[in-house]
């Protein structure tokens, strides 16, 4: 029985296909990507005659609809993946706070005034991007990996609490403040970034500056116990304002002494230059014991309310009985200070000296 050459259906579909508003820029995209084919396809006539050697290859009226019906094939299934990963996308934005934002997962994010984050535009993508400011972090458990990044490193973290502060300004003295500060309140996060890694457990933190490793002075086993204590009792005393316990830090037996010129002058224990010894003695001169002069010493300490402190770095000596610190002191998102406090090792414990 002979085959019925009826191309109707194709010519129908075709017509109905290319003149469609969904399907026209597709058919035209794929004729300007393929110009010397279509000039060869339609610019042949049966008149057109070749050397009888070369066999001659007619294109008909079929192939041309079949290539093209190939074409709208292959945009339509460019088409469904296209709008399968428009599915997949949520709409990527920026929040500035004071707010409170809860994610599709249950996670929490409060954003104190004029910080601001940067919600990932995939779906299933756990975490977001931090900007600016400090904020609280409350991840919904038992999901996966939820990824805070920053300019500084990214957090990662399970079910945990956790607050970030992304400091970038300028300090009193004209220094460039850039860093990140991370403490944990409940669980567990790893701070990371390219110069390297540190795991934060509750009621630890860590300061990540510009290409520097994340660091934490508790976790650093290069120092003794003692002096992790008087750095923390320092910072400590800060954060809650107290001019006493700061004060507590520093030997007044040893500068009594040192005043009255009962000890000679040691630039390791003292801290200042030997004229500031001096002059310690002249202002000093009525004073009659080392409690005497912890309160008269308490009235010139400049710490007028609570102060946050971020401890960068604290190199010890080669011989481990000297240690001195680079700090950032911050009252206001202004008001920053970069300072060096010092620790030295003697009288059988570990002293704040003057820095």
């Known amino acids: 029985m002979a085959r019925v050459n009826d191309d109707n259906w194709l010519d129908e579909a075709l017509d109905k296909a290319i003149g469609s508003d969904d399907t026209q820029p597709d058919f035209e995209a794929w004729k300007a990507r393929h110009r010397e084919a279509v000039q060869e396809l339609t610019s042949r006539t049966p008149q057109q005659q070749r050397p009888p050697v070369i066999r001659r290859i007619a294109m008909n009226g079929l192939f ?12 339509g299934i460019v088409g469904i993946t296209q709008l399968n990963q428009r599915e997949n996308m949520e709409q990527a934005t920026i929040l500035t706070g004071p707010m409170n934002h809860t994610f599709a997962d249950g996670s929490v994010v409060a954003l104190t005034d004029g910080a601001r984050i940067r919600t990932y535009g ?24 939820f990824i805070v990044t920053t300019p500084y490193g990214e957090v990662k973290a399970l079910g945990t609490q956790f607050a970030m502060d992304l400091v970038d300004g300028v300090a009193d003295t004209g220094q460039q403040v850039q860093l990140l500060a991370v403490e944990v309140t409940k669980g567990k996060v790893e701070v990371r970034n390219a110069k390297g890694a540190t795991m934060l457990e509750a009621k630890q933190d860590a300061i990540v500056g510009k290409d520097v490793a994340p660091y934490d002075f508790r976790q650093d086993q290069t120092l003794p116990a003692r002096l992790k204590e008087r750095i923390g009792a320092m910072v400590a005393a800060f954060a809650a304002g107290d001019r006493a316990a700061w004060a507590a830090n520093f030997n007044f037996d040893y500068l009594f002494k040192l005043a009255k010129g009962q000890v000679q002058y040691d630039p390791l224990r003292f801290g200042g230059s030997e004229e500031d010894a001096r002059r310690l003695g002249e202002m000093t001169a009525n004073i009659t014991s080392p409690q005497e002069m912890s309160k008269t010493f308490l009235g010139a300490i400049n710490i007028a309310g609570p102060t946050t402190v971020y401890i960068r770095q604290v190199t010890l000596s080669a011989d481990g009985a000297h240690a001195k610190a680079e700090c950032v002191t911050r009252k206001t998102d202004r008001g920053m200070t970069v300072i060096w406090p010092q620790w030295h090792h003697f009288d059988n414990d570990w002293w704040q000296i003057d820095d």
Do not use: C, M
């Open 64 to 75: 041309v609809k079949l290539a093209a019906a190939a074409a709208i094939i292959i945009a």
């Open 122 to 145: 995939q779906a299933g993508r756990r975490g977001f991007e931090h900007l600016a400011g400090a904020i609280d972090v409350t991840v919904a458990k038992g999901k996966g990996e």
